[in-house]
């Protein structure tokens, strides 16, 4: 039988198996051997041990689309990164820091800033204006009144989402209303986790309808760069690419070089100071990292 992992625990695997059961699986010994570890959204074969129990062992993982470090998790098609208008303000560096991260990862990225309510129509167009003029998909939501949830479900359905988003932003609400019928599975599983060997914050997949998949990840308040020098940092803010054939230098950090397209885009105001400011500052962080 095949299935989805959507937890990891203390080498405990939950499986939603495509008869819409949650079996409690070990991996078997070869994975160890191998030295490779399942992941949280990796598609799985397993063999049914004890069906009354819900009890299996994991003895395939199918071919992975794609995989996260942080969060841990495979086979993304999306990431929805959360965050509030108001009470707590938006940390646009800390934002930006998490799109960078999909973007290297290859992974589409949609962003949906919550508590629309407590935000004036200038504030809303100015985070549209910033976000949606770099080409990524905003949405303005608000649990309250229920605006932009509709359009939340749309983008998500069909889809493996890993929702991201700092505490405090409303990211357990909204996913919430996302979830709607599937109470009954997330029951099964808290009622397996009960049994107290394994009691953890880790990442874990939602089951929120046909197809349709939400991996709930801690709140980070903190993200750093990895994996990447100074000089790479441009490639990942996509509203920088249709210029870079322009600049007088090829390899231009749109930083202090002559007759720079970038720089002249950020003088048409083209390109958004607030996101401009956010690169110096991170090229600036990833410069001194190399340095020590």
């Given at each position: 039988m095949q299935g989805k992992i959507i937890k990891?625990?203390?080498?405990?695997?939950?499986?939603?198996?495509?008869n819409g059961e949650i079996y409690e699986c070990r991996a078997k010994g070869i994975f160890r051997k191998d030295n490779f570890k399942p992941l949280v959204g990796d598609n799985v074969e397993i063999d049914v041990l004890d069906e009354k129990e819900k009890e299996g062992s994991v003895t395939a993982v199918l071919p992975r689309k794609n995989s996260l470090i942080r969060p841990a998790v495979a086979n993304v098609d999306q990431a929805f990164v959360i965050f509030a208008m108001e009470n707590p303000k938006p940390n646009f560096l800390l934002l930006d820091r998490f799109l960078i991260m999909m973007e290297q990862q290859g992974i589409p990225a949609v962003i949906c800033f919550n508590k629309k309510d407590l935000a004036s129509e200038e504030e809303q167009r100015e985070l549209l204006d910033t976000y949606e003029?770099?080409?990524?998909?905003?949405?303005?939501?608000?649990?309250?009144?229920?605006?932009?949830?509709?359009?939340?479900?749309?983008?998500?359905?069909?889809?493996?989402?890993?929702?991201?988003g700092p505490s405090g932003v409303g990211k357990s609400s909204l996913t919430n209303c996302m979830q709607g019928e599937i109470q009954m599975e997330t029951g099964e599983i808290s009622r397996k986790l009960k049994r107290g060997r394994h009691t953890t914050r880790h990442s874990q997949v939602i089951p929120v309808e046909k197809d349709t998949f939400l991996v709930d990840t801690p709140g980070f308040s903190s993200l750093y760069l990895t994996d990447m020098e100074e000089d790479e940092l441009g490639g990942y803010?996509?509203?920088?690419?249709?210029?870079?054939?322009?600049?007088?230098?090829?390899?231009?950090?749109h930083i202090h070089e002559p007759d720079c397209a970038v720089k002249e885009a950020l003088a048409r105001r083209e390109i958004s100071s607030l996101?401009?400011?956010n690169y110096l500052e991170l090229y600036q962080e990833l410069k001194e990292k190399r340095r020590y």
């Open positions: 990891g625990i203390a080498g405990f695997y939950y499986i939603f198996a495509e003029g770099c080409g990524y998909r905003v949405i303005l939501s608000s649990t309250l009144t229920g605006d932009g949830l509709e359009e939340v479900r749309d983008i998500l359905r069909g889809k493996t989402t890993v929702v991201a803010f996509p509203e920088f690419r249709k210029y870079e054939n322009q600049c007088r230098f090829q390899g231009c950090r996101r401009y400011e």
